[in-house]
């Protein structure tokens, strides 16, 4: 989060309004729930997830087994099965 002067990009009137509530002090504005974005989405990593687990789902349709996948993806037995068993 960078600090960014009020002056710079609030119009007046706004200022003195917000003045009559806060002087002198950081106030923190959320983006709206809307601007959200998921985890990993803007760095790529839920993509990358996304398609270890799909190759995972596919193994284990062609025949690899639970305990094969596991030691391949270094993922626990428990995680391969939530993989595989999930919609």
Known sequence: M????????LPEKL???IQKY???ETIYIP???AAYQKWG???GS?????????????AFKSGSSICQLSEEYCLSIETIKK???SK
């Open 2 to 9: 960078k600090y960014v002067k009020a002056t710079a990009i």
């Open 15 to 17: 200022i003195l309004e």
């Open 22 to 24: 806060v002087q002198g």
């Open 31 to 33: 983006k709206p729930e």
């Open 41 to 43: 989405a803007r760095s």
């Open 46 to 58: 839920r993509k990358m997830i996304d398609d270890r687990n799909a190759s995972i789902k596919t």
């Open 83 to 85: 993989i595989v068993y």
